[in-house]
């Protein structure tokens, strides 16, 4: 159990440690909006051509059964397609992130 001294230094610790906190700075919003644009595939087992090339293949290790597939076309528009490994198909929506 906390003696008379070792509160007030749990006290004084907490004292000091609200005083130092601040708050941080408002992050700067892409395009301002907060959203990235939604595309909606074909079908749910081919990507389109125009969506260019296959640049990478990423899996988050908590989700292991959907890997995401990047994309990029010629004027550097990204794209996203989610591909579920347990159904073998892709969801309906990809993600398109455009280059300014």
Request: proline share 5%; hydrophobic share 45%.
């Amino acid at each position: 159990m906390l003696t008379g001294v070792g509160v007030r230094h749990l006290v004084l610790v907490i004292l000091l440690t609200t005083w130092s906190c601040r708050r941080l700075p408002a992050r700067a919003q892409a395009g301002g909006t907060g959203t990235v644009a939604l595309t909606v595939l074909p079908d749910s087992v081919s990507v389109p051509r125009a969506w260019g090339n296959l640049v990478s293949v990423t899996v988050n290790p908590a989700f292991t059964n959907v890997e995401l597939l990047w994309f990029q076309d010629a004027e550097g528009t990204i794209r996203k397609a989610v591909f579920d490994v347990s159904t073998q198909r892709l969801h309906h929506t990809g993600t398109l992130i455009p280059r300014k």
